[in-house]
């Protein structure tokens, strides 16, 4: 079927209707091909007109020119238990010019299930009147699968929600950044989220969405609270819920079960991405022998507003609910431990107290990469001279502005841009185009790096990890790295120097360096209380994470001074210390006085 142009006129339509259908089952589709090409060929839908229904539900839009060729549509129909027609119907606002054509219209798995002459087995329900045999986890999931009803009968409220008059016994989260939406019909924003909801196929149907535009921001969360469920014992309880994840920028949806009130929980299922414009049925098993438990459903905005996520027609089978409360964890404000009670001793404030001999030691040669205490206590809160980070250990290195942070906002650290231990084996399908796959120490999925995730915050925002400060080093002293930057919006990293107030950049390196590891280093030098600072500036967008592994500091305890008279291959320091003779006038104070640079030399 195609339109031919027959005049000008103001807004006409043309209209195609279908036959009149009873009903459908619950997994009934339609898929058609269309063409829609011209300079102004103007819009076209597909419109449900359901029996006693005032408001047409809209299927289906094309927009405008889609090219000169055939295109596919699918549409999901779902259960629509009255009578219904479809409508397509064109509309030209004035000014025609182009072709406008359908064709190849079919409908798919529309009709109710055939009925059974028998239906043994535990996993199986016999529906009442049509008799017919399906999967005992279609029972109370909200949708009418026998074409009688049966299957939603006798189903206990509680532990169902078609959100068709509320949230049921669901809460929003009080610590996530928005809330979910409660709506009817379409999402306001074009080409994103459900066009109707999933209990009724239709725009007088309620469900739940999260909105994706302003003021929201990349990364946002809503949360949705379920009721508290006993724990299962040795039986299990089953989650079904259907979502909708359509828009270019959709990013993420999970599910989360807690046992802990304050805590996030451990995540049980996530999906990413776009996933069509349709609704997806979920089931989750869930166990929990010993605890009272929390299920919660989470969405996260992409990085755009077309990324509205739908959810609708939650429910649980085996499931018996709890009537208690969950326990809280408490936590201290500064999470940090302190040391036990110093030995005697006659040490000065000047001094460093060795903590299981007492000794005495100068507070220069704390943190100077040499371990002057028998047990190395003076080592112990200071930076590792070699961090793979392998144990999930960050071996000393910290991040000032979360420590900053922590004391006024301990629960919102999660959103702001700043470095965190990852692994290949726990990327998300799209970070693996610019995120590394595996590390540099084991070169594996399982091997851990620090990287700073660009998911989070925004454009120039940086993040800084830093070492404690080191009290002395060698005239030798250099720091190696491995550093990983790919993706089309990496930012910058640079190794800075702090003294101090002042701050100095020894090195810098922006943009995609590629998919690989690559190796760096930094000459340091003789210094003394510093900090060596690692600073990573996010790009325009989250396709860009800018990763470290294996951090050496090569050659960097202080100079020993033996007291040994030099050899004649030696050239003697003014301070004694004995130093090959290739070394003089290179430009490196090698004797740690720049005594080998003196131009009296």
Not at 108 to 114: D, I, R, V
Not at 547 to 569: H, K, N
């Amino acid at each position: 079927m195609f339109i031919l142009k027959s005049s000008n006129s103001i807004s006409q339509v043309a209209r195609l209707r279908s036959p009149k259908f009873r009903q459908t089952g619950s997994n009934c589709t339609l898929s058609f091909w269309y063409y829609n090409y011209g300079q102004s060929v103007g819009a076209a839908e597909m419109q449900l007109l359901v029996d006693g229904l005032k408001h047409p539900t809209v299927l289906w839009r094309a927009y405008y020119n889609e090219g000169n060729q055939w295109l596919k549509a699918v549409i999901q129909l779902g259960r629509l238990s009255h009578p219904f027609q479809l409508s397509l119907e064109k509309i030209s606002l004035g000014f025609y010019d182009g072709v406008s054509a359908i064709d190849d219209i079919t409908f798919e798995n529309c009709a109710l299930p055939p009925p059974a002459l028998s239906c043994e087995g535990p996993n199986r329900f016999w529906c009442r009147d049509t008799k017919a045999c399906i999967d005992r986890l279609l029972v109370c999931d909200l949708v009418d699968n026998c074409g009688d009803g049966s299957d939603e009968d006798n189903c206990n409220p509680d532990l169902q929600c078609n959100f068709e008059n509320g949230l049921c016994n669901w809460e929003q989260d009080v610590e996530d950044d928005f809330d979910w939406i409660r709506i009817q019909g379409p999402t306001p924003t074009v080409n994103t989220g459900p066009l109707k909801d999933h209990t009724t196929g239709t725009v007088r149907g309620h469900y739940l969405y999260m909105e994706s535009s302003e003021p929201r921001q990349f990364q946002d969360k809503a949360i949705l609270l379920s009721p508290l469920f006993n724990p299962s014992g040795n039986g299990t309880c089953i989650f079904r819920f259907h979502y909708h994840m359509f828009g270019k920028q959709v990013f993420k949806l999970s599910v989360f079960q807690r046992t802990v009130s304050n805590t996030k929980g451990w995540l049980l299922w996530y999906k990413f991405g776009n996933q069509g414009n349709r609704w997806i049925r979920q089931t989750l098993y869930i166990t929990s022998s010993s605890k009272p438990f929390q299920i919660l459903v989470k969405g996260i905005v992409g990085d755009g507003f077309t990324g509205d996520i739908g959810l609708d027609d939650v429910s649980f089978l085996g499931c018996t609910l709890y009537k208690g409360n969950l326990p809280t964890i408490s936590t201290t404000t500064s999470g940090t431990s302190v040391p036990a009670t110093l030995p005697m001793n006659n040490c000065t404030e000047d001094e460093f107290v060795c903590r299981v001999s007492g000794h005495c030691i100068q507070m220069i040669q704390k943190c100077d990469f040499r371990s002057d205490c028998s047990d190395k206590s003076d080592e112990s809160a200071c930076v590792m001279e070699v961090c793979d980070f392998e144990d999930k250990n960050q071996c000393g290195w910290y991040q000032p502005a979360l420590e900053q942070m922590s004391g006024k906002y301990s629960i919102h650290t999660t959103n702001i841009f700043k470095w965190e231990l990852g692994r290949g084996a726990n990327l998300y399908p799209e970070q693996e185009k610019h995120c590394p796959l595996i590390d540099h120490t084991t070169c594996t999925e399982e091997g851990w790096y620090l990287f700073a995730d660009s998911s989070n915050g925004e454009f120039g925002h940086i993040a800084d990890i830093a070492t404690p400060v080191i009290s002395l080093t060698g005239p030798r002293c250099k720091i190696i790295f491995w550093n990983h930057m790919n993706g089309s919006t990496i930012g910058s990293l640079e190794v800075l120097c702090k003294t101090g107030n002042k701050t100095s950049k020894l090195w810098t390196q922006s943009g995609s360096q590629g998919p690989q590891w690559n190796r760096a280093e930094v000459f340091l030098g003789i210094r003394s209380n510093f900090q060596v600072i690692f600073r990573a500036k996010r790009g325009v967008s989250y396709m860009g994470d800018v990763a470290v592994d294996d951090i050496t500091f090569e050659d960097c305890s202080p100079l020993l001074i033996s007291g040994r008279p030099c050899t004649s291959e030696e050239f003697t320091c003014a301070n004694k210390y004995c130093i090959p003779k290739d070394n003089l006038c290179d430009f490196v104070n090698d004797c740690a006085d720049n005594s080998d640079e003196s131009p009296t030399i």
